[in-house]
């Protein structure tokens, strides 16, 4: 099982949107709508974002929002603000006992 | 409050064992699964497994199936996660986190960085 594919880095301005993408397969992604999306500060754990597709846990500003279309889904923050700067990752369930959980590969988004 | 206190770093030489601890608190130790998430310096984050608390069943990631061993003690609200035969590319923060729902993780340990090297 391989890793669901995100873009290195992405970047807006102060008050801008900036769209992360997350791709996987049939098996995963596009199989479940159990997608997540985490949060990660430097040296910090992760910190859950979006839970099942387009669900916030509570606390987390609704500037963030994720949705999926096919074996693709989109973490779209809106409103950008300084700390937004992090890593963010994208998790799918994968259906198999040896497999239960995929990540992607992080996407670096940078306030300009 | 939820909270996961995970053990100290460790340092190890390569072919040992680690075992890093995970003490949970503030709910229902048994009502939540439980996975093992580890970051490598400067990488990803890779998922290693899951224990059900409640009744001790686990699965492992293909990869490291024959190397980790997941286990928990009820009477102290702990997870423990043991890999053996560690090798340099072990060198890694690993993380316990608690399943909210299907593979969302809501509550993470603080990480235990665990160094491998000769």
């Known amino acids: 099982q391989s890793a669901l594919t995100q873009p290195p880095s992405a970047s807006g301005s102060p008050g801008q949107s900036v769209t992360i993408s997350c791709t996987g397969t049939?098996?995963?992604?596009?199989?479940?709508?159990?997608v997540s999306w985490y949060q990660q500060h430097p040296g910090k754990a992760p910190k859950l974002m979006i839970y099942?597709?387009?669900k916030r846990p509570s606390g987390v500003p609704d500037r963030f929002s994720g949705s999926k279309s096919g074996n693709t889904a989109s973490l779209t923050v809106s409103g950008l603000q300084a700390e937004d700067e992090a890593d963010y990752y994208c998790?799918?369930?994968?259906?198999?006992?040896?497999?239960?959980?995929?990540f992607g590969t992080g996407t670096k988004v940078t306030v300009l | 409050q939820v909270q996961l206190v995970q053990s100290g770093a460790e340092v190890k030489k390569p072919g040992a064992s680690v075992k890093v601890s995970c003490k949970a608190s503030?709910?229902?130790?048994?009502?939540?699964?439980m996975h093992w998430v580890r970051q490598a310096p400067g990488q990803g984050l890779e998922w290693m497994g899951i224990?059900?608390?409640?009744?001790?069943?686990?699965s492992y990631a293909q990869k490291f199936q024959g190397r980790v061993t997941m286990t928990r003690d009820t009477s102290t609200s702990t997870v423990y996660m043991e890999l053996s035969s560690l090798r340099s590319e072990d060198t890694a923060v690993y993380y316990c986190?608690?399943?909210?729902?299907?593979?969302?993780?809501?509550?993470w340990g603080q990480g235990t960085l665990v160094t491998v090297s000769s």
């Open positions: 049939s098996s995963d992604v596009g199989g479940y709508n159990y």
């Open positions: 503030g709910y229902t130790f048994t009502s939540y699964y």
């Open positions: 998790s799918s369930y994968a259906g198999s006992n040896n497999f239960l959980c995929v």
């Open positions: 099942e597709v387009s």
């Open positions: 986190a608690r399943e909210y729902s299907s593979s969302s993780l809501d509550y």
């Open positions: 224990i059900n608390p409640s009744g001790g069943s686990t």
